[in-house]
């Protein structure tokens, strides 16, 4: 099977430096802070999460959650949680890394749901925003590109669970794959 290579929209190098550039304003935000648990959101955040792990200059620990829009989820919106952390996050200073918000639907979902629990500070990291395609208003501390509304894969996004592992964004017509 030949899966066609999809045209780079960032390049690797300039979401290099900046996983670089977010990790050192997370790290000088967070620098008094001893424990920062950062949550990542699967599937498409697994290789952000990684590399912006690994840049911080600050103790961090990792945990993940898993979650999934009903239907197409773009209409409705509702969102269900499919994998739950493992920490009890009350009186910690949380940090959620997403791949991409599109609607908002997802992150508002997620912040809410985050919030409840009580931790000592709740922010959240995106790599990406298409700012066309808001309906929901959710403030994002720490964002990396504005791009616009096109689907876009690779560095942990997918088309259909292809093209993950591609080293930089690419885009993809829809229904490509
Ligand atoms: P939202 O709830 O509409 O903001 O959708 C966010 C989720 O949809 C993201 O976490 C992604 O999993 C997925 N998503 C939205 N746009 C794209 C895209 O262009 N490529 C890959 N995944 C996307
Ligand atoms: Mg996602």
Do not use: N
């Amino acid at each position: 099977m030949v899966i066609p290579t999809p045209p780079v929209l960032i390049s690797e190098r300039q979401i290099q430096r900046k996983v670089g550039r977010l990790a050192a304003r997370i790290s000088a935000d967070y620098g008094a802070v001893d424990d920062l648990l950062m949550v990542g959101v699967l599937k498409g955040a697994f290789i952000f999460l990684a590399d912006l792990s690994r840049r911080l200059a600050i103790p961090r620990r990792v945990d993940f959650m898993a979650l999934s829009t009903y239907g197409d989820g773009t209409t409705t919106g509702a969102v269900r949680l499919i994998m739950d952390l493992r920490t009890d996050i009350r009186g910690k200073h949380v940090l959620v890394v997403e791949d991409i918000v599109d609607t908002g639907h997802t992150l508002a979902y997620l912040m809410k749901t985050l919030a409840a629990r009580e931790p000592a500070s709740l922010a959240c990291c995106a790599l990406l925003r298409k700012l066309d395609r808001k309906k929901v208003d959710v403030d994002i501390d720490y964002l990396g590109f504005d791009i616009p509304d096109v689907w876009v894969v690779g560095y942990g996004l997918d088309c259909a669970d292809q093209h993950r592992t591609l080293p930089y964004i690419g885009t993809v017509a829809p229904g490509s794959t």
